[in-house]
């Protein structure tokens, strides 16, 4: 339990829980309706940090979970994303989620991707007859953060951040912005470190949350990852998140499963020779968001995201 009372600080001076739950549920919106139970299940495990995002469909399920756990609002911190066919109607988006969800504010909002794609009520992620999303390349997210610095003045949101940026572009945003982002959230873990943007936003005062913090089994069946969770008699997702929060990372891994949700919570402090271990199975490959045939990530050049 004492994992998910440690927090860490965002630059706006609100704190953070440095383990909550990615709520993630497929494009069905009949599994997407399923979440509320398991997101309840976590509440009433000790979680208050509760990760969503309106391309998820999971915000009606997060709120109604949090309204039957009884919990206050304030003892919560409750993350949703932008996503990429909002950016030229943000502050409409930020009142959706917040409908959908039964909420008066969240605590962190993200700019889910650097895209732009076209919107389209019905389709959240159009696609061209080549299979690729429909950009719109007539927006651009310096003009997107000043949508979302006017909703973080309206207090529709306490704190806003970016998903899925490099330093290249976050570089871009400072050229405009008025608010730092105080947080990214990226895919990281032991297979992809991203150890100089880790450093980088370090310097820049904003936190990182990893997603797809375990490498799903792809890491977690490293033989490495599993000696070393012999060594210490728990899990390889254990010793996988127990590196992440070692290095300062908040992390939301996903899971319905009770058992499994207890135990993405009871993490140790990893002895130095472990860490480094784990540091050098870095190989800077990514196992959720990887590039396509035609070498694009949604619609965009790994160049292009400054991957």
Not at 186 to 198: F, G, M, R, T
Request: aromatic share 10%; with cysteine; net charge neutral.
């Amino acid at each position: 339990m004492a994992w998910l009372s440690k927090t860490l600080e965002l630059n706006t001076g609100a704190a953070v829980p440095i383990v909550g739950l990615g709520v993630f549920a497929s494009r069905d919106p009949v599994e997407q309706a399923k979440a509320t139970p398991w997101v309840l299940t976590a509440l009433q495990a000790g979680y208050r940090h509760i990760d969503t995002a309106w391309i998820y469909g999971t915000e009606k399920p997060v709120g109604d979970a949090i309204k039957a756990s009884g919990i206050p609002r304030d003892k919560l911190f409750v993350t949703t994303k932008l996503p990429w066919n909002h950016i030229k109607r943000v502050e409409w988006s930020v009142d959706q989620s917040l409908k959908n969800a039964g909420l008066d504010y969240f605590d962190l909002y993200l700019m889910h991707w650097p895209h732009s794609v076209v919107f389209d009520e019905n389709e959240p992620r159009p696609r061209n007859t080549d299979g690729q999303l429909r950009l719109d390349d007539t927006g651009n997210f310096n003009d997107t953060w000043t949508q979302m610095e006017k909703v973080l003045a309206s207090g529709k949101v306490k704190a806003i951040g970016l998903s899925n940026f490099s330093i290249k572009n976050i570089e871009q945003l400072l050229t405009t912005a008025k608010v730092i982002p105080a947080m990214l959230q990226i895919e990281l873990h032991p297979y992809l470190a991203q150890n100089d943007l880790l450093s980088y936003c370090k310097a820049k005062g904003i936190l990182l949350t990893a997603y797809a913090p375990t490498g799903y089994a792809t890491v977690r069946d490293d033989p490495t990852v599993g000696d070393i969770a012999r060594k210490y008699g728990v899990t390889p997702t254990q010793i996988i998140l127990s590196w992440h929060v070692g290095r300062g990372t908040i992390i939301v891994p996903k899971s319905a499963n009770a058992d499994r949700q207890k135990e993405n919570f009871e993490l140790l402090i990893l002895n130095e020779e472990d860490v480094k271990t784990i540091d050098n199975l870095d190989r800077n490959q990514r196992v959720c968001n990887k590039p396509d045939e035609f070498g694009n990530v949604w619609g965009w050049s790994m160049e292009r995201l400054g991957w």
